[in-house]
């Protein structure tokens, strides 16, 4: 029962009291009439019914409060519906491929959304499922080594333009397994993910994103019998590709604000960079072993201390704990306006549904199927009056008596969805229908919070491929309700209002005050260092710039917009902004208009300028 009602009932009590006592000295003939005096009243049964009324109008009041969220959901859904749905767990997982197994020679694809099975946690039978995020190719290659040394003084004279600029690098030495040939490997670009410590991770990602020079392939001998050089463009932060989302989009939701949610729901998930043009370097290999120096304008003694072969990880990507599944047939009672939808009734604390991605019925009279239109998402466009429609309302899941006096499994609780069929208007739909058939998205509630942790949190994959093994090296992150609710909904529906604004509209304090309040609607609010972080954006300033296009062909001048960040490092307890700083360039870029550019620059109030990037519309340089 929602503890609300109480709290309504009291008010409404301790009101008609009060105002019973000012109408029967107002009026005391009429309050006689009605038992009722000064100080109360008297009359046990007027009591009695005084209570009964209060009972009804706190129920009145629930009801009411209930067609807020019906508005601010039906609102969110066709245009975010991310934000009216739980967010699910999510984790960074590792293949361990059969090195010596002989179709890796040429690549074994994974492409994203590859369906993974965690072994079950104990007691339990239901078995959590992932999708993997990232496209990844299985090669016979093995990581050995990794270090982060001063500049390298083999370096040939010439063999690099900016050799002199040189103060660090990253050598990362590899080795072929399996009888297999470096120069005859099909591959031109391959992924790593930063695996260490998340603080070690977090800068020397900003090493390599931000101060990376080129990068060099060779032969491990020193000298190198062999080299083949790579500009700095060849290294790719990897995460930020729609293709790569890890939460589903189905094109109405603005970009920017998907990586926000995921940034602040799992950070991990942008520990990813590769390195491409390696084709061309491996064609001149001729021993098993390479090496990639990547070359950086600064020198980090932190990490040249603590950095090794487990600070980078091959073979990894993203996964989410989000899947299609048919929903267990949802039957129609006469005259209900609202139906549960119920992944599995045999275990329903095992499912939650994440999206409604098709709705059917069928006719009691001839047995046709029916199928139902999303309302909101589909009735402006609809030219051919389909007239079949639903809406999807979402609640917390209300908690059993034996919940609360001994506590959840988990403590996570989740949602539960309902379904209402309408017609064009919105009235309720009055066809006779026996069943509805639901295809949803979904998740398993708080059930991966019972996996056991590290490398015993193993998977299987439900395909065939040459895998010894896969495990989670991070997370699985715990899930989240929607963040959609009755206090955050007119903040989020506020928000929306930004993209009518050109961003040089904004001073620079209002531009970091909403900021932090946009960060602080994606943010757990129980997180304490997000908190701070976003605590920690002290200034953006917009300005408009009119510069030289850095492209190719005839010379070309654009209109964009310089977004300058300013953050205090201190509020990052150590780690590097810089991560924070990358999601935050690609959602201005993604802001700015289709002929403009933005160019944004991160800047530490103690270090100084930390980053700068091109000049960009959404991801694509501008041209």
Not at 145 to 150: E, K, L, N, Q, Y
Not at 351 to 363: N, T
């Amino acid at each position: 029962m929602d503890t609300r009602l109480l709290d309504y009932y009291n008010r409404e009590l301790a009101y008609l009291r009060e105002l019973g006592g000012e109408f029967a000295q107002q009026f005391p003939k009429v309050a006689a009439r009605l038992r009722l005096n000064e100080s109360g009243p008297p009359d046990p049964y007027v009591e009695r019914l005084l209570e009964g009324f209060s009972f009804l109008t706190a129920r009145v009041q629930l009801k009411m409060d209930a067609e807020f969220p019906r508005f601010t959901q039906a609102l969110l859904d066709a245009v975010y519906p991310g934000y009216i749905a739980p967010l699910p767990s999510m984790a960074i997982v590792r293949f361990a491929p059969m090195l010596n197994e002989g179709s890796l020679a040429q690549g074994w694809r994974l492409p994203a959304g590859t369906a993974l099975r965690a072994r079950p946690a104990a007691s339990e039978q239901t078995a959590c499922e992932f999708r993997t995020a990232h496209d990844l190719t299985l090669w016979p290659l093995e990581l050995t080594d990794a270090t982060v040394t001063g500049a390298p003084s083999w370096l040939p004279r010439g063999a690099f333009a900016a050799r002199q600029d040189v103060r660090g690098a990253l050598r990362i030495r590899l080795k072929a397994r399996g009888g297999a040939k470096l120069s005859q490997l099909p591959l031109d670009r391959l992924t790593f993910h930063l695996a260490g410590p998340e603080r070690d991770a977090l800068h020397l990602l900003e090493l390599i994103a931000a101060h990376a020079l080129g990068v060099v392939c060779h032969d491990p001998a020193q000298p190198p019998r062999w080299l083949h050089t790579l500009d700095a463009d060849a290294i790719v932060h990897e995460g930020f590709d729609p293709a790569q989302a890890i939460l589903p989009d189905d094109g109405r939701s603005f970009h920017g604000y998907r990586l926000l949610r995921e940034y602040f729901a799992f950070p991990a998930r942008f520990l990813f960079f590769s390195i491409g043009g390696l084709r061309a370097a491996l064609a001149r290999a001729t021993g098993d072993e390479f090496e990639l120096t990547v070359l950086f304008d600064r020198h980090d003694a932190a990490l040249e201390a603590a950095v090794s072969a487990k600070h980078l990880a091959l073979n990894c990507t993203p996964a989410v704990n989000l899947f299609a599944r048919r929903a267990d047939r949802i039957p129609l009672q006469p005259g209900a306006r609202e139906h549960h939808v119920v992944v599995d009734r045999s275990r329903p604390l095992d499912y939650e549904v994440y999206a409604v991605q098709r709705l059917a019925s069928e006719q009691r009279d001839d047995g046709q199927s029916r199928e139902f239109r999303p309302f909101h998402a589909s009735i402006a466009s609809d030219d051919g009056n389909h007239g079949a429609y639903y809406t999807v309302r979402r609640e917390p899941r209300l908690v059993s008596t034996q919940a609360r006096a001994s506590g959840t499994r988990t403590g996570y609780v989740g949602s539960e969805t309902y379904v209402s069929l309408v017609d064009s208007q919105c009235a309720p739909y009055d066809e006779t229908m026996r069943y509805l058939a639901a295809d949803t998205l979904c998740t398993n509630r708080d059930l991966v919070l019972l996996q056991p942790p590290g490398d015993a949190n193993t998977f299987t994959l439900r395909v065939s491929a040459p895998v010894e093994s896969i495990v989670a090296i991070r997370g699985p992150s715990r899930p989240r309700p929607p963040i959609a609710d009755a206090q955050t909904a007119w903040r989020l529906i506020r928000h929306l209002g930004l993209a009518r604004h050109t961003l040089t509209d904004l001073d620079d304090d209002e531009g970091a005050h909403a900021l932090r309040e946009l960060l602080g609607l994606h943010a757990d609010p129980a997180d304490a260092a997000m908190r701070r972080q976003i605590d920690g954006v002290l200034r953006v300033a917009f300005s408009p710039v009119f510069r030289r296009l850095p492209t190719a062909g005839p010379l070309m001048f654009g209109r964009g917009v310089q977004v300058d960040v300013t953050v205090d490092d201190h509020a990052f307890s150590g780690d590097s902004p810089f991560l924070l700083g990358a999601v935050l360039e690609q959602f201005f870029a993604r802001h700015v208009s289709i002929n403009a550019f933005a160019e944004c620059v991160l800047t530490s109030a103690q270090r100084g300028t930390l980053a700068r990037w091109p000049a960009r519309i959404g991801r694509r340089p501008a041209i």
